[in-house]
């Protein structure tokens, strides 16, 4: 089957010789192909169907909202008063007593938001100096300018020249590498410190004991602000607290989420701004001049409420904690097939599952689609294992045998 769509991150060559791989239903942790065939959705759609598929719930509360009204745009003084209810909620789960609340149309705004608004923050201070944002690498931060600029895959830079001149990068596992360049571009230069709690799409790399701490600690130093991505690791996928930020206590200046937001249903992003941060901003006369015609869209917000009462109700915060035993125990032993040199978990309800080769990853991910497990590769050969919330332990041994399976026929 050929089509006319363009996918993203994808060899379209190999894409149009094969024809998509074409999902027609979902329910629960599962998908189902256009030819019936169900599949096991190891990555939750793409790292945000927290809550699971086919929720009547958050349909409903879509369809009510638009036959009430679909949206009006939020810039100025209006907004739905869906979504101001919404900003209120998240207030009371943010990291940060007082943070308020910006709404993008997904994580991609949601930092190049947050890189706008941290040198705006530092125009208003009087220092305009202090430009330069920094990223790590490994580390994925979206594939809108900033993000791009911050992006630790080179791949994902190449051939777009300088985006924006005044990026850097340091080592995603050594704070020491941060205050280096701190110390040789001079705090005055560095608006702000972009960091992953656990770097997802860079291959899902769990944070070095310590690692978080010590780069807070550099940053609150320095005078640089610590924006802290939650695309991936927000609404509970970290387990045990809403944000890895709560849990990891890092207090970030900002923060930006999107995917558990809503678990996919709509697209919706949020970006959380701690109160010294927004002040200059909110003391009158200042305007900041940014923002999306979808940002805050009402049925956005009303799927994003219901999504939050499901985590909520179901205790999911809790359900992440026990996957995350889960996926460790269940996937370890896949660090013994010749194919596999690392099994990387421990923390949240993630897992990379690290190939020996990392050529060989669609290859693999294909291999796992025959035994009915849906996947994808994630940094350098690295399968993405990040499924619902709602997968019960039993699934989770089943998800492990299938993929042993797969892996094994490949060695």
């Not at 024809?19 to 939750?44: C, K, M, N, Q, R």
């Not at 879509?62 to 979504?83: E, N």
């Not at 941060?178 to 899902?204: H, Q, T, Y």
Request: proline share 5%; net charge negative; glycine share 12%.
């Amino acid at each position: 089957m050929t089509s006319t769509l363009w996918h993203g991150f994808a060899d379209m060559g190999a894409v149009s010789e094969h024809g998509p791989f074409a999902i027609a239903s979902g329910s629960g942790v599962h998908i189902v192909d256009t030819d019936g065939v169900e599949y096991l959705d190891a990555t939750a759609g793409l790292w945000f169907t927290n809550v699971g598929h086919g929720r009547a719930a958050i349909a409903d509360a879509v369809a009510a909202q638009l036959r009430t009204l679909a949206h009006v745009s939020g810039f100025g003084d209006v907004m739905p008063a869906v979504t101001i209810n919404l900003a209120d909620r998240l207030g009371e789960l943010a990291p940060i007593a007082g943070s308020k609340v910006f709404f993008t149309s997904g994580g991609s705004d949601s930092v190049d938001s947050a890189a706008k608004l941290a040198r705006r923050y530092w125009h208003e201070m009087g220092r305009p100096e202090k430009t330069v944002i920094v990223g790590r690498t490994k580390a994925y931060h979206g594939m809108h300018v900033a993000g791009t600029a911050l992006s630790g895959l080179p791949p994902n830079r190449e051939g777009y020249g300088t985006l924006m001149s005044d990026a850097a990068t340091v080592d995603w596992d050594d704070a020491k590498s941060l205050l280096g360049l701190i110390e040789r571009v001079g705090a005055d230069s560095i608006a702000a410190f972009f960091c992953e709690p656990v770097i997802g799409a860079g291959g899902i790399y769990p944070p070095p004991e310590g690692y978080l701490r010590e780069v807070r600690d550099i940053c609150r130093e320095h005078d640089v602000l610590f924006v802290a991505d939650e695309v991936v690791t927000g609404f509970g996928r970290i387990g045990g607290s809403w944000f890895a930020s709560s849990r990891f206590d890092l207090q970030p200046d900002m923060m930006t989420t999107a995917k558990g937001l809503t678990s996919g249903y709509v697209p919706m992003g949020a970006l959380f701004v701690a109160p010294h941060v927004a002040e200059p901003f909110y003391s009158g006369g200042v305007w900041w001049r940014h923002g999306y015609t979808y940002g805050g869209h009402a049925g956005a917000a009303a799927a994003a409420m219901a999504n939050l009462d499901i985590v909520e109700s179901e205790d999911l915060l809790g359900a992440a904690l026990r996957l995350q035993d889960d996926l460790h125990t269940a996937l370890a032993p896949l660090a013994d097939l010749p194919v596999v040199t690392e099994v990387r978990s421990g923390v949240g309800a993630v897992a990379g599952i690290q190939l020996a080769d990392p050529g060989a990853g669609p290859a693999a991910v294909t291999a796992l689609r025959r035994h009915r497990v849906s996947t994808r590769v994630a940094g350098g050969g690295a399968l993405q294992i990040s499924p619902a919330l709602i997968m019960t332990t039993e699934q989770v041994g089943e998800m492990s045998s299938r993929i042993h399976a797969a892996l094994s026929q490949m060695g």
